[in-house]
């Protein structure tokens, strides 16, 4: 395959202006690389400047959907902030481990300084990882991962946005109340974050009277997503509730206006923009938000502070804030989600 990404100078990045050096309101975990250790507020203060401007290898599962949008601009701001440059790969979608294990050997060949992964796969790439982790640092960034050869990690407990996104049918449908049915799209089985995302759900429903009638495992793709909830109501009908990724609950509002049952409640596990436009229309009923955008910037800065020897924390991430129409208008997009006209980077250059 072709790993010949577009060029675009970092100086030329339409609509982005270099963010001022802040503090960043962040959540430190005790135990680095375990998303189940508590975690402690920290007051973060970045770097003002990479030391060199550094060449960072960035691997994303896919830029399907504006999650990774928002983490792909989070992370050009910041590259640009610190004047580091960055190749950016992306697999195409969870299946791929493969692709993304050649995609890493090109980022070790290339010569890049540290290399930042999203990892399709917990557990499938720990091995070229672990030899990779050698000779340059190695950072995850927002999907969990195994610890092997991980420097720094800048993430969210997965468990958690679960759990809030089971929360929001708990507190509706509490426990002795008429039952409810929910189908559940927790996303492609195997990937690093799937598996924790339903253990979150599943124990936050237990005590509720939410019931899953059905379940549907896809990759995050918009067009499979469709695919899922046009089988799953064929198969089962309308529940009361449809749960799951942002491609599914942004795919969910149109098939259940066109099929006549608005009345479905919809609740997203994570934020997108048309996620975010749905709460606001109150076509959605929540999402838990992980501003991507700020995990993205963390990702760069710690792997500067990771080639640079100036590493303070090593596994943190912003605090999941749960979004509903009581809340919606204290969290645009302006500071949770990339801008609307926003378009993927894939190279940069230091000014």
Same mark, same amino acid.
């Given at each position: 395959m072709r790993l010949t990404p577009f060029l675009l100078p970092l100086c030329l990045i339409a609509g982005m202006t270099a963010a001022r050096a802040e503090t960043w309101e962040l959540e430190v975990h005790r135990v680095p690389m375990d998303d189940a250790s508590p975690t402690d507020p920290l007051a973060y203060t970045p770097l003002d400047r990479a030391a060199q401007p550094w060449h960072l290898c960035i691997l994303y599962p896919h830029l399907k959907d504006a999650y990774w949008l928002s983490v792909n601009y989070g992370m050009a701001e910041e590259a640009k902030r610190l004047g580091v440059g960055f190749t950016l790969y992306e697999a195409g979608g969870y299946p791929n481990l493969d692709r993304q294990i050649e995609q890493a050997g090109a980022c070790a060949a290339s010569g890049a300084d540290a290399l930042v992964v999203g990892t399709v796969s917990y557990d499938g790439l720990t091995p070229v990882l672990r030899r990779i982790a050698a000779d340059m640092p190695v950072i995850a960034t927002v999907n969990d991962i195994a610890p092997e050869g991980i420097s720094a990690k800048s993430s969210v407990p997965w468990r958690e946005m679960g759990a809030a996104a089971g929360r929001v049918l708990a507190e509706r449908h509490p426990k002795g109340s008429a039952p409810v049915d929910v189908a559940w799209f927790p996303g492609p089985k195997g990937a690093g974050w799937v598996r924790f995302v339903e253990e979150g759900f599943r124990a936050a429903i237990e005590g509720s009277s939410a019931r899953v009638v059905a379940v549907k495992?896809?990759?995050?793709?918009?067009?499979?997503?469709?695919?899922?909830? /046009?089988?799953?109501?064929? /198969?089962?009908?309308?529940?009361?509730?449809? +749960?799951?990724?942002?491609?599914?609950?942004?795919?969910?509002?149109?098939?259940?206006? #066109?099929?006549g049952h608005e009345g479905t409640g919809i609740v997203s596990d994570y934020m997108t923009h048309a996620v975010h436009r749905g709460i606001r229309r109150g076509r959605i009923l929540a999402a838990p938000s992980d501003f991507p955008v700020m995990q993205g910037?963390?990702?760069? /800065?710690?792997?500067?502070? #990771?080639? /640079?020897?100036?590493? +303070? +924390?090593?596994? #943190?991430?912003?605090r999941i804030v749960t979004v509903t129409a009581e809340n919606v208008a204290d969290y645009g997009v302006g500071n949770t989600l990339a801008p609307a006209d926003f378009t993927p980077v894939f190279s940069a250059t230091p000014p």
């Open positions: 495992h896809g990759d995050t793709g918009r067009e499979d997503q469709v695919q899922l909830i /046009e089988e799953m109501l064929d /198969e089962t009908g309308f529940p009361d509730y449809l +749960v799951g990724s942002g491609p599914m609950a942004e795919a969910a509002v149109a098939i259940l206006r #066109a099929r910037r963390l990702a760069v /800065e710690l792997a500067v502070r #990771a080639i /640079e020897g100036r590493l +303070v +924390v090593r596994h #943190a991430g912003p």
